[in-house]
């Protein structure tokens, strides 16, 4: 046997096949179908042990009135209850207007601050490559200890933020607090947010810009094309698929986000900037309504997952270019 | 950009030495405001206790390693009598606490928890890249069915919000006796991080031709012969790039470890914001503390600027 034939090959053409190629396989150890399933499995074994299991227990779970601080308590299956009272629930409908106004903010100014970032780096001025690097830090951190620091920065009275802050503006330092004011903390959450991943949108526009062939310009300007209307009909336009899938796994990331607001704001002050992966912390862990925010938890799993079918089409539409 | 136009002394797609210095200014000054956060911080680490709180904020200041030692040990107050009863301080950093009317109680919680981070960190590692590396590679070269719609699912598992995901994960472990355990922390970021590991070896894999390998089946090698010698040594840099990143996710997780653990495992993350000192948070020590915690992974991300852009796309945007 001089030419390799995949079993499934053999078996697609629907010819018979090849005789001795038995012996062969077992003269080679597994057959090749066989070595897939090997390596397949424990992937999928661990994945359905550790994620599936637990989330198919939780399906079974929101529909019982379990509470952990009152587990003595029998089993009582109360149906859909869960579900309709968080969707009629006018504080869950405020957390996740929290939500949504944060991830459409902090996303928003990423892709401002990022694409033009890139569109900076892309014009190759000398040592580009060092300050990228630079610039690409704080996405790297851990978000929570990002949160953790920024509550220093933030201090009133002994912050560099506020001090830089009273320099530029003239008001005293201590006269405004960016994370214990109702006005000021949304935007301080946004802030850190952006701070952290406008590098992550900017690598991926990047990208984006790079991948635009130069004849592409090149016959732009044999047509006298004007650098505005070379930026909206070529640079842009080549650009978006990028861009999107940036947005994309913003969007999913801060709509889940949990760390480091968490530990920049916990939720407060009173309510401002509690996104919904905090309520959900709270009745679960604090209050342990577990089959209540089993419930919960489950309406955010269709809502990420509806995104992530979205996401994994547009990385296939990257990839393809 | 009018000024590209215009130039004719070099490539048209070239931007010209102007249009270059502007962007070059623009972008120093954000990388500069960007890190300033992250050098304060740092700086924060060699501030004494009352420097760190002093206002004006304190650019300028005597460095002091109170923040280091405070952060590696438990001290008592005591009175000046007792001190100076005390036979004389034999190390520097007991010198250190005693101007301050203290004396060292023991050692703090930061090596274990440093420690649980690292064991947690490579043991996840480890086993997400071992079965990550066989799942690409059957991915890769075989056809197997629906694979696609295995590739989601394997990417989706990731996506899910931790909090939601930690809820059953609690009920399970504490059935199993794996709450606070550092195997059941291990198991569980093994789990997040193979799905990375899946799409970004896939992604190296392919790059790699079919052909080196079928040549040494051609010569008699079986499969597993031919992964070891023939595609595993090619696929060195993806594999140690994948590493990292999986490393880097472990190192920095916070929504599991503060959910699902309380001492014994508890890492990094959860323990640096409960670093206090008298009245509240000790903040030369809370940096101190930022500071061992984030150099690993500035040198990481030096090392990996090459392959970043695949490993936060899974693999699907490469250069």
């Known amino acids: 046997m001089t030419t390799i034939i995949h079993p499934d090959q053999a078996a697609a053409r629907g010819g018979p096949k090849p005789a001795g190629s038995l012996a062969v396989w077992r003269g080679r150890g597994l057959s090749d179908r066989a070595i897939a399933w090997l390596f397949v499995a424990p992937t999928i074994m661990l994945l359905l042990a550790i994620n599936i299991f637990p989330l198919i227990w939780m399906i079974r779970l929101s529909f019982t009135s379990l509470n952990l601080s009152m587990s003595y308590l029998p089993l009582r299956f109360v149906g859909l209850d869960n579900f309709s009272d968080i969707l009629t ?5 405020f957390r996740l207007q929290t939500t949504a106004r944060f991830v459409i903010c902090s996303v928003a100014l990423q892709v401002i601050v990022g694409f033009g970032l890139a569109l900076l780096i892309n014009r190759q001025f000398r040592t580009h490559s060092f300050w990228t690097t630079i610039i690409l830090l704080p996405m790297m951190l851990s978000p929570a200890v990002v949160g953790n620091f920024w509550t220093l920065l933030f201090q009133p009275q002994i912050g560099p933020f506020n001090y830089l802050v009273s320099l530029i503006a003239g008001v005293p330092p201590s006269s405004f607090s960016m994370t214990g004011e109702v006005a000021l903390a949304p935007w301080t959450i946004v802030l850190v947010d952006t701070w952290m991943w406008a ?3 900017m690598l991926i526009c990047l990208a984006g810009l790079r991948s635009i062939p130069d004849y592409i310009y090149e016959a732009a300007e044999v047509d006298r094309a004007s650098p505005w209307r070379q930026f909206w009909s070529i640079t842009l336009p080549m650009t978006v698929p990028f861009l999107m899938l940036a947005v994309l796994f913003r969007a999913i990331e801060n709509f889940k986000m949990f760390d480091m607001v968490n530990l920049l704001t916990s939720g407060g002050p009173g309510s401002t900037t509690e996104l919904v992966s905090i309520t959900l912390k709270r009745a679960a862990f604090e209050k342990w309504r577990t089959g ?3 419930a919960l938890a489950i309406i955010l799993f269709v809502t990420v997952f509806g995104a992530a079918n979205i996401y994994v089409k547009a ?3 990257v990839k393809q270019r | 950009m009018t000024a590209i136009a215009r130039s004719t002394a070099h490539s048209i ?4 030495p102007r249009a270059k210095a502007v962007a070059g200014t623009i972008v120093i000054l954000y990388a500069v405001i960007s890190i300033l956060p992250l050098l304060w911080i740092a700086a924060t680490a060699f501030k004494s206790q009352s420097d760190a709180i002093a206002y004006p904020p304190k650019v300028i200041f005597q460095p ?9 040990t438990v001290r008592t107050r005591q009175t000046p009598d007792f001190i100076a009863k005390l036979p004389p301080a034999t190390t520097w950093y007991d010198r250190l606490v005693r101007q301050h009317d203290m004396v060292i109680a023991g050692p703090s919680k930061v090596v274990p928890r440093f420690i649980n981070s690292l064991i947690i960190g490579f043991g996840s590692t480890f086993l ?4 990550g590396t066989l799942a690409a590679y059957a991915f890769s070269r075989f056809r197997i069915p629906l694979a696609d719609d295995l590739l989601f699912f394997i990417l989706s598992t990731r996506m899910m919000p931790p909090v939601a995901v930690a809820i059953p994960i609690y009920l399970m472990y504490r059935q199993l006796n794996l709450t606070d355990t550092r195997l059941g922390m291990i198991l569980l970021y093994t789990a997040v991080n193979v799905s990375l590991a899946v799409w970004l070896l896939k992604g190296f894999i392919d790059e790699i031709p079919r052909e080196y390998e079928e040549a040494a089946l051609v010569d008699g090698y079986t499969r597993l012969q031919a992964l070891r010698k023939v595609v595993l040594p090619q696929a060195v840099t993806g ?5 990292i990143f999986c490393l880097i996710f472990s190192w920095n997780e916070y929504a599991f470890a503060v959910l699902l653990t309380s001492g014994e495992a508890q890492t990094m993350p959860p323990f640096i914001p409960f670093i206090i000192g008298e009245g509240g948070q000790d903040w030369p020590a809370v940096a101190a503390a930022t500071t061992l915690f984030v150099v690993p992974i500035v040198l990481f991300t030096i090392l990996l600027r090459k392959h970043l852009l695949r490993g936060i796309t899974f693999g699907a945007v490469r250069k």
Do not use: K, M, Q
């Not at chain 1, 629930?89 to 409908?93: A, C, G, L, M």
């Not at chain 2, 797609?13 to 010209?16: G, P, T």
């Open chain 2, 13 to 16: 797609v070239e931007a010209s």
């Open chain 1, 292 to 294: 209540y925010s089993s």
């Open chain 1, 315 to 317: 990385l296939n539409r």
């Open chain 2, 64 to 72: 002091t390693l109170e923040g280091y030692v405070n952060l590696f």
């Open chain 2, 239 to 243: 594999i140690a790039a994948t590493a």
């Open chain 2, 128 to 131: 997400a890249v071992s079965l």
């Open chain 1, 89 to 93: 629930d006018d504080e869950i409908w």
């Open chain 1, 199 to 201: 590098p992550y949108v």
